[in-house]
């Protein structure tokens, strides 16, 4: 599965910004998407994961409320809708597919075997 992700940019606080996931390749109606981010000097971590066939999604603790996994069965795309957006949001967003089949996988970048490139969010205080 090839994944290019798009949509970030320099924000304030309080702001809201759509990331957007693009895929292609192989078949993916049995995969998992998620989003992760990645902030400088830290370790890559979960934000949130959609399943491709069942739309069910999963959301790290500190954005539930804030943040909404979607996607679009018809244009192949999955979306990160995040609002109320905080300084500390600031991080490299990186959308990613899962083949495994169990749900403990999906919270972590090692259960993700296709990575898009990353793209840029800023929030300024």
């Not at 599965?1 to 049995?30: H, P």
């Not at 069910?56 to 979607?70: A, H, L, P, Q």
Request: proline share 2%; aromatic share 14%.
């Amino acid at each position: 599965v090839q994944l290019q992700a798009s949509g970030g940019g320099l924000v304030q606080a309080g702001e809201s910004l759509r990331l957007s996931c693009a895929a292609s390749g192989r078949t993916f109606s049995n995969r998992v998407m998620g989003w992760f981010h990645q902030a400088p000097g830290k370790e890559r971590e979960f934000v949130a994961a959609i399943s491709w066939s069942g739309g069910i999604t999963y959301y790290e603790d500190f954005v539930k409320g804030r943040f909404t996994i979607s996607k679009d069965n018809a244009k192949n795309t999955f979306y990160l809708q995040m609002s109320s957006l905080k300084p500390e949001d600031t991080a490299v967003y990186y959308c990613a597919a899962s083949a495994r089949a169990i749900r403990s996988s999906w919270y972590v970048a090692s259960g993700y075997g296709d990575w898009g490139q990353g793209t840029l969010v800023t929030v300024s205080s």
